[in-house]
């Protein structure tokens, strides 16, 4: 059985560009310099032979980890992120003031699919709550969540 989650992770074309984001947009906090991996163990657990690999660790709110990936050899494409798409992920954040994070990332030449919209709604546990969402883009495409929720 499942007990917990370990890390989440996504592959990214130019880790530089994806810690930027991650780090000096959003306010994550990088947990030490990017670690380079090649050949085994890395190349059976994915599957990938000659496999060389950059990985940087950040850390998430809770003591959650995340982690970026850039496949140095061999290079991946990029795909279709559409987040209808199968199989897409998208990693939702808790934030405590989504209009003003919305308001300063645009500035900053985030990519927001809307503004944020409020909904009257109940929270995980039944309770009458307001709640706002809006998606953005990261870097490579990928798509992220920012939510807020506030007892009505």
Not at 62 to 85: A, H, I
Not at 86 to 102: L, Q
Request: glycine share 8%.
């Amino acid at each position: 059985m499942i007990t917990d989650v370990e890390h989440f992770s996504f592959a990214v074309s130019d880790m530089d560009e994806s810690l930027r984001f991650f780090c000096d947009l959003l306010g994550m906090v990088q947990a030490g310099e990017p670690v380079d991996l090649e050949g085994d163990p890395v190349a059976t657990i994915t599957g990938i032979p000659d496999i060389r690999l950059r990985i940087a660790w950040l850390n998430a709110p809770n003591n959650r980890s995340f982690q970026l990936r850039e496949y140095v050899n061999p290079k991946g494409k990029q795909v279709d992120l559409t987040p209808l798409n199968h199989g897409v992920a998208k990693v939702c954040f808790v934030v405590e003031d989504i209009e003003g994070m919305h308001r300063e990332l645009g500035k900053k030449g985030v990519k927001f699919v809307a503004p944020p919209t409020w909904v009257d709604g109940a929270d995980a546990k039944g309770r009458p709550c307001k709640w706002a969402s809006c998606m953005l883009e990261g870097p490579d495409g990928i798509t992220l969540e920012f939510f807020e929720s506030v007892p009505s």
